[in-house]
Nanobody, 116 residues
Framework: QVQLVESGGGLVQAGGSLRLACLAE?????SGWYRQAPGKQRELVAA???????TYADSVKGRFTISRDRAKNALYLQMNSLKPEDTAVYYC?????????????WGQGTQVTVSS
């Protein structure tokens, strides 16, 4: 069964950087990173379309960068200038090719904690 495996979360001080990775067992198409803070709804942080075009939440524009390595079936989120309000569980979401069909999958989530 195709899965998404995330890594790269952790504890960092404000102003620091982290890089999240999401590895799939199949070809990744349209994909994105979401986050959910305690008591809040899950929100889209960044997305990358099949064409390669990207979109970002206003709160992370200029600080976060989403990228994809199709050869490695990998999705990344480079997070710079982190703020305490970026603290959340981060989830990757991707359309992954399996047996000729795309399935929309979620990763297990990785905790990002930014201390002030």
């Amino acid at each position: 069964q195709v899965q998404l495996v995330e890594s790269g979360g952790g504890l960092v001080q404000a102003g620091g950087s982290l890089r999240l990775a999401c590895l799939a067992e199949g070809h990744i198409d349209t994909s994105g990173w979401y986050r959910q803070a305690p008591g809040k709804q899950r929100e889209l942080v960044a997305a990358i379309l099949r064409s390669g075009s990207t979109t970002y939440a206003d709160s992370v524009k200029g600080r976060f960068t989403i990228s994809r390595d199709r050869a490695k079936n990998a999705l990344y989120l480079q997070m710079n200038s982190l703020k305490p309000e970026d603290t959340a569980v981060y989830y990757c979401n991707a359309d992954v090719l399996e047996f000729g069909l795309y399935r929309n999958l979620w990763g297990q989530g990785t905790q990002v904690t930014v201390s002030s």
